[in-house]
């Protein structure tokens, strides 16, 4: 059987970690190990991680002063010593046959397994599930995948590292890591450069992979973001070239921009975050940066073809209302903040009109 390393970054996941190990630990795929890598934890999580070390010789502990994710995640690759490698964040937890499916799926025919995920948002009163799977199934070429890349990034299944199983020798020989210098979106730029070196891609139509969302908190929305529209233009800007250089931008295009515009959006969106210190000018000028941008710019048309938010938001950026964007944010943050449940129709009202 081929050894699989499971990397599992740490950090003050003490109400979550146990049963992430636990679901890794119960995968029907034995060959395992289990690399624990704690990225300078203030609770008890170095405490859990290094009672499961000792309990099963399958688990390795590694501990270090807080360098962020993409470090933690390189270290994890250091310390593997198994043939594949597959990751899972310290909040979630795996199906008991994720391991297996995945390797049975690459069968040494294909470099890469992508599966879906189940989203479990739980909230005060009830839990949501949602769940992204590929519309398509079996071993495809590097070609054929790039001509779904749009699809299957519409439905968030390229970003993540999470729902996949990486061959290390691939990793390794390329010299492929993880940015640390980059804060947001590090995932998608190791998976770009992944991608570059497959020859054929296996994808699996089944949900093997569970995060947890607690009370609708998501990474994006949780805090006040610096730079974010930079970061954000260089992401998408590093999808195009990728399509770009292999010739299915064009195939992929309404896929890409359309989602270009939801990310604009989550730009206006952070810059009226609770926790940002923006002050009236401050916020004035990101907005006017944003509009005056040729990538925004050029999105117009994608953003006419949306719902009534992205249509309002098109508009004011085709006539250059920094004034009016300015507007919409401040009345939508009261809104939310004050008055929720008429928030959350307008939500409601929003989806059922484009549908």
């Given amino acids: 059987m081929i050894k699989v390393s499971i990397i599992v970054p740490v950090y003050n996941a003490e109400f979550y970690l146990r049963p992430c190990i636990d679901s890794i630990l119960n995968q029907t795929y034995k060959n395992i190990e289990i690399i624990l890598v704690d990225n300078g934890s203030t609770d008890s999580s170095r405490l859990i991680c290094e009672e499961y070390s ?63 995920f189940n989203t479990l948002t739980i909230g005060d009163k009830n839990t949501k599930l949602q769940k992204m799977i590929p519309q398509f199934s079996g071993v495809i070429s590097i070609e054929e995948f790039n001509k779904k890349f749009g699809e299957l990034f519409n ?8 729902n996949k199983l990486y061959n290390k020798n691939l990793i390794k020989k390329n010299r ?12 998608l730029l190791f998976n ?10 296996s994808l699996l139509n089944e949900s093997l992979y569970n ?22 233009k260089m992401l998408f800007e590093s999808v195009r070239e990728y399509l770009c250089e292999n010739n299915t931008y064009d195939s992929n295009k309404d896929f890409i921009e359309n989602r270009y515009t939801f990310s ?15 002050n009236y000018r401050l916020i004035k000028k990101e907005i006017i940066e944003i509009i005056l941008d040729e990538d925004v710019i050029n999105s117009i048309e994608y ?13 004011c950026i085709k006539n250059k209302s920094a004034n009016l964007i300015y507007l919409i ?27």
Avoid at 176 to 187: H, T
Avoid at 303 to 315: E, M, P, S
């Fill in 329 to 355: 944010f401040t009345l939508k943050k009261f809104i939310r903040n004050r008055l929720t449940p008429i928030f959350n129709l307008l939500k409601k009202i929003n989806r059922k009109f484009m549908k």
């Fill in 176 to 187: 492929i890591l993880f940015k640390e210098d980059v804060n947001m979106g590090e995932d």
């Fill in 54 to 116: 000792k309990k099963h010789d399958n688990i390795k502990f590694d501990f270090q002063e807080k360098k962020g994710p993409s470090a933690t995640r390189n270290k994890g690759i250091d310390l593997a010593t198994g043939e594949y490698i597959q990751f899972v964040d310290s909040d979630d937890y795996i199906e008991k046959d994720m391991t297996e499916k995945l390797v049975s799926s690459m069968a040494g025919k294909a470099d890469l397994a992508i599966c879906g």
């Fill in 303 to 315: 953003f006419l073809k949306g719902d009534a938010q992205r249509r309002l938001i098109g508009y």
């Fill in 211 to 232: 995060y947890l969302r607690i009370n609708n908190i998501t990474t994006l929305t949780s805090s006040y973001k610096e730079d974010f529209f930079i970061n954000q």
């Fill in 264 to 278: 604009i959006i989550g730009c206006f969106e952070n810059l009226f975050h609770k926790n940002s210190n923006l």
């Fill in 155 to 162: 439905a968030n299944l390229i970003n993540s590292p999470c």
């Fill in 192 to 201: 770009l450069q992944y991608f570059k070196q497959c020859t054929n891609i």
